[in-house]
């Protein structure tokens, strides 16, 4: 590292830090806007110039006609990975770095200084990811201001559950504050003993070990008090945050973050603010239902592997009413999760396939039984759907029989043909793979 690139770091970090937290506020929505198409044009000028990829996909459009750019997704992305990113890494290179970091478990893939992440790809394709060292400062810097309470000065002892590190997270260990990582493959009664002695003033961690940690404060294994409480990596369903909320005595926050970027936060109103002052988010409304979206982003940051209107996999729900804290940025009801969830059924009017949210299918569950301590519900096909419910075992019966009703209501409420409901004992998933409670498995 040279003389330059000392100073420089920490000042990205910092500077986004500063500008995150104080700097950046806007009158009114309009502004917002405005400044975010100023953001985007200047952008495009660093990528066009760069990117042979984008620069084609333009098709010498003007700048100020960069929402008529092609929509592009992860699959494209990845098929045009050599050219698409400004700093002519092939996939080829890219893979193997990663490939060789995970096999060793030395969590530092880097190609010419650029780190590369893998994203875990369930729907079958994993995702390659480049960025420089300084993106990571600039991220390391606006996460910081949005996630940890107080000011710069305060102390911090932060716990990060991870299922992968990467060096992309390793850039928060710096002064006050003090960074524990801990690795999602090993048991929870370790973690809970490292727990109680670290005593984190913030704990981030996907939701399904939130829960688990949660049923240790219930059974006084752990005994930690975190100023704040963030879930990650996984759709926060409203079952476990009151849960994990309840436990703890805390509100649970959210981080909505995924390869692609950081893409929102929860403000002090526990809404879930989209990050507009990093991204351009377009939306592509989905039908049969108000308010539900696809997030197409456009990242005016990220230089290394420009996301130019990139369709993320995500169903997300606008919030109907401005959120009180005031923030001009969108405030998203919720994260509805994938849209691979979607479930598929057959439309009684005309037999075809009509998509149900995954939204649809938890309140159903949910609204079913108030016993219901957790559950997994999984579409196998169009008439088969899996059931699995956790509540006291006297109860189970009368809960899976509340579960049918409620979801045959549904059906009949969105005119579909209902599918046979199978249950099975409820199990706990293995904790390397992601918690989704609502899944479909089978391909369309
Ligand atoms: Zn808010």
């Known amino acids: 590292m040279n003389n330059f690139s000392r100073i420089k770091e920490p000042l990205t970090l910092l500077g986004n830090y500063m500008s995150t937290k104080y700097g950046r506020s806007w009158g009114s929505r309009r502004e917002l806007l405005l400044w975010q198409e100023w953001q985007v044009r200047r952008h495009l000028r660093y990528v066009l110039a760069r990117s042979p990829y984008y620069r084609e996909a333009a098709g010498g459009l003007p700048l100020e006609q960069w929402r008529e750019f092609p929509v592009i997704d992860k699959r494209e992305m990845m098929a045009h990975f050599d050219r698409l990113n400004t700093e002519g890494i092939g996939l080829e290179e890219a893979l193997e770095a990663a490939w060789e970091a995970e096999k060793c478990r030395d969590f530092s893939p880097t190609v010419r200084g650029i780190t590369v992440g893998l994203s875990s790809g369930t729907s079958g394709h994993r995702g390659v ?26 102390k911090h ?3 990060f559950f991870l299922r992968a590190n990467s060096n992309l997270y390793a850039s928060v260990r710096k002064g006050r504050i003090e960074f524990q990582y801990f690795d999602l493959l090993e048991p929870i009664e370790k973690h809970v003993s490292q727990l109680n002695t ?33 879930s ?14 309840e436990c703890f005595g805390r509100q649970v926050h959210q981080i909505y973050q995924c390869t692609e970027g ?54 997300l729900t606008e919030r109907k009413e401005p959120c009180p804290c005031g923030s001009k940025l969108l405030a998203l009801e919720q994260i509805e999760g994938r849209s691979d969830d979607l479930f598929y059924l057959h439309s009684v009017a005309n037999g075809r396939r009509k998509p149900v949210f995954p939204d649809f299918i938890r309140r159903a569950v949910l609204s079913a039984s108030p ?22 075992p006297e109860l189970e019966a009368v809960c899976r029989e509340q579960v049918t009703r409620a979801l045959t209501e549904l059906c009949s409420r ?8 199978r249950y099975s004992e409820y199990v706990q998933g293995p904790r390397e793979r992601k918690l989704r409670r609502v899944e479909r498995r089978f391909a369309l």
Not at 131 to 144: C, D, F, L, N, Y
Not at 371 to 392: A, D, M
Not at 414 to 421: S, T, V
Request: proline share 5%; glycine share 4%.
């Open 157 to 159: 002892r932060v716990a």
């Open 262 to 315: 950081f893409l929102g936060f929860t403000c002090s109103h526990g809404t879930l603010h989209l990050n507009e002052d990093l991204l351009v988010v377009e939306k592509e409304y989905l039908e049969g239902a108000e308010r539900k979206f696809v997030p197409i982003l456009t990242d005016f940051r990220r230089r290394t592997q420009p996301i130019i209107r990139y369709r993320l996999n995500d169903i």
């Open 371 to 392: 016993e219901i301590e957790e559950y997994l519900i999984i579409q196998h096909s169009e008439r088969l759907v899996e059931c699995s419910l956790k509540v006291r």
């Open 129 to 154: 990811f480049l960025v420089s060292r300084q993106e990571q400062m600039a991220w390391a810097g606006t996460i910081m201001a949005k996630v940890l309470p107080g000011g710069l000065l305060q």
């Open 414 to 421: 969105l005119h579909c043909h209902a599918p046979n409901i």
């Open 232 to 245: 990650v990596a996984e759709v926060l369903d409203p079952l476990d945050e009151r849960y994990i909320g």
């Open 198 to 230: 670290y005593r984190p003033t913030l704990l981030v961690a996907p939701a399904s070990v939130l829960r688990l940690l949660a049923e240790a404060v219930k059974t006084g294994a752990l005994h930690i008090r975190p100023d704040k409480i963030v």
